[in-house]
């Protein structure tokens, strides 16, 4: 093999992959509505049950965690520049009415609110991972942090019997439905 092909070659392996721009747009504007919805979704559960009920306090503990994503999320649209989302107002409004409209109807129903939202967005979480290449390591990193958090408030809406709430199957399918178009229309507007 000629030289010059050999050595273009090398480098060519060396190239570290690089996110493609508009992945990583997508990625912080929609995560970003997310965590913002989230934490609106535990305000509106904990305006009905108060927090200092025994339930109250299981949710604020998810609330705090909720707290911490978007304040990351906030630092990370900052950073890289991103546009956020233009129906925040619209998240505030849907994601409040969602969680007192649950806990309207009851402790295991506001749970099963929990399972449902976690579910849809700790798989969310694990499919960006692999859209993060080498160049954004630490984003990955605070991805698959924020999933376990989600994850483990999926688990305790479920040790909370959110299976055993009336209409259970129908309340999360309507719920997981509404997630997955808040996050499909939320990368793109
Ligand atoms: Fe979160
Ligand atoms: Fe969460």
Redesign the pocket.
Known sequence: MPRKKTQRLKTKHKEKKTTNRDILEEIIRVDHA??YG??KIYDGQIAIFGKNSKIGKTIQHMAD??Q???EKFNELILEHHVRPTALLPLWNIAGFTLGATTALMGKKAAMACTVAV?KV?GEHYRKQQSLLEDDHIELKKTIYK?EK??LE?HDIGIAHDAEQTPGYKVLSKFIEIGCKTAIAVSKKI
């Open positions: 997310g965590e989230a934490t965690q909720e911490e994503h978007i976690e967005i924020f958090d989600e408030h």
